[in-house]
């Protein structure tokens, strides 16, 4: 049972290049998050998926896409990095219901130069 | 103003402090709080939750909800340096789904 998975873990980009950040979960959940971890900002949710076949925006979607491509797997995608995506990128996943707690995977650290 | 407020710290005690964290928010639609803590490079991991009526109390972590105030705070009792990482808090929409809103973080280190 790994819980969320992430990859990669670190990549590095040029100004306008494109890149698909993955995520897998294992534990059957409904519902799964793409967030930006920046400092001094905390955690802020760019697209969410309530359940399999839905996305919605969050707090920051602009420069970003998402497909939830089935149950386990949501991915995020940037068609033109900018150097003010430059983050750390985390992806969660949660059953969707009460009191939901939400579990983390361990994180993508993204330059773009 | 950001919907949930905190202090980035940095916050350093001795080991065997009492530690208080602390949040403010804004938007009373909500059912319950959570605190997360984050180890360094890791990603967060749940600590605690309590839902908007009461304190919480679980080993040396007590996490109070102060609604006339509209302030949340983390109490961390014979803190240890195991706990030096950074502590989340975050607050639900006031729906049943689970769309958190974050606050910014506080950095704690706790030294020997």
């Known amino acids: 049972n790994a819980g969320v998975t992430q990859t990669p873990k670190f990549q590095v980009l040029k100004t306008g290049q494109s890149m698909t950040l993955q995520c897998a979960q294992d534990?059957?959940?409904?519902?799964m998050y793409w967030y930006r971890q920046d400092p001094g900002m905390g955690l802020r949710l760019i697209y969410y998926?309530?359940?399999?076949?839905?996305?919605d925006k969050g707090e920051v979607p602009n420069g970003y896409n998402v497909s939830r491509l089935n149950k386990r797997e949501f991915s995020l995608r940037l068609e033109s990095a900018a150097p003010s995506q430059t983050s750390v990128y985390f992806c969660?996943?949660?059953?969707?219901?009460?009191?939901?707690?939400?579990?983390f995977g361990p994180g993508t650290r993204l330059t773009v130069l | 103003q950001k919907e949930v407020e905190q202090d980035p710290g940095p916050l350093s005690v001795p080991e065997g402090a009492i530690v208080s964290l602390n949040c403010t928010y804004s938007?009373?639609?909500?059912?319950?709080f959570m605190w997360y803590r984050q180890y360094s490079r890791k990603g967060p991991e749940l600590l605690m939750y309590?839902?908007?009526?009461g304190n919480k109390e679980d080993g040396r972590f007590t996490a109070q909800v102060d609604k006339s105030s509209k302030y949340i705070s983390l109490f961390i009792r014979d803190s240890q340096p195991s706990d030096s990482a950074t502590y989340l808090c975050?607050?639900?929409?006031?729906?049943?789904?689970?769309?958190?809103?974050f606050g910014q973080g506080t950095i704690l280190t706790v030294h020997p």
């Open positions: 969660a996943s949660s059953s969707g219901t009460d009191t939901d707690t939400q579990y």
């Open positions: 534990m059957n959940h409904n519902s």
């Open positions: 998926s309530a359940s399999e076949g839905t996305t």
């Open positions: 938007n009373s639609a909500f059912q319950y």
């Open positions: 309590t839902y908007s009526s």
């Open positions: 975050a607050k639900d929409g006031g729906t049943s789904y689970g769309k958190l809103t």
